[in-house]
């Protein structure tokens, strides 16, 4: 299985990969137990520093781990992150943690959010489309929003209630 992690350099993603890592296998549609046998953390720039040794734990455990810099507002990097399937790599988990908070011009916000989070889903659409693919093969996509939805003390924001 394949396993992509946008947001791959920031806290959650590293966290995240080290788990996965560890654990060595996710589910896949009717499999509990499916090999990952490929990582990407995907993110805009690559931190300085990880939080924990990945890389180690990955050779350790046989498992490839890449990161590969890009902006998921860019259709043709998402593609390229998530890729086709392959005869190691039938199945695919995407972790879409990428995002910008509400600090950013609204602009950004929009182009990284929103955008990059249809391109991820059209990236991971192609991927299941694929000639290469069998076709009782779905990808897993798991989006988590940005912490900025949760809300600062407006009536709709379910804080609180």
Request: proline letters at 6%; one cysteine or more.
């Amino acid at each position: 299985m394949k396993v992509v992690i946008t947001g791959g350099g920031g806290f959650l993603g590293q966290v995240l990969a080290k788990e996965i890592l560890l654990k060595k296998s996710l589910r896949s549609g009717a499999s509990s137990n499916t090999p990952v046998t490929r990582i990407i953390l995907a993110d805009i720039a690559q931190p300085p520093t990880l939080l924990f040794d990945l890389f180690s734990l990955a050779e350790s455990n046989g498992i490839q781990l890449q990161f590969q810099i890009g902006d998921v507002s860019n259709l043709d990097y998402c593609k390229s992150i998530v890729g086709t399937p392959t005869a190691d790599e039938k199945a695919l988990s995407v972790f879409h943690l990428g995002a910008v908070m509400s600090g950013a011009p609204p602009d950004v916000c929009l182009r990284v959010n929103l955008h990059g989070t249809l391109h991820m889903l059209e990236a991971t659409r192609a991927w299941q489309e694929s000639p290469s693919n069998d076709a009782s093969v779905r990808p897993t996509f798991l989006f988590s929003s940005a912490g900025a939805t949760l809300g600062a003390g407006h009536p709709a924001d379910w804080i609180g209630h």
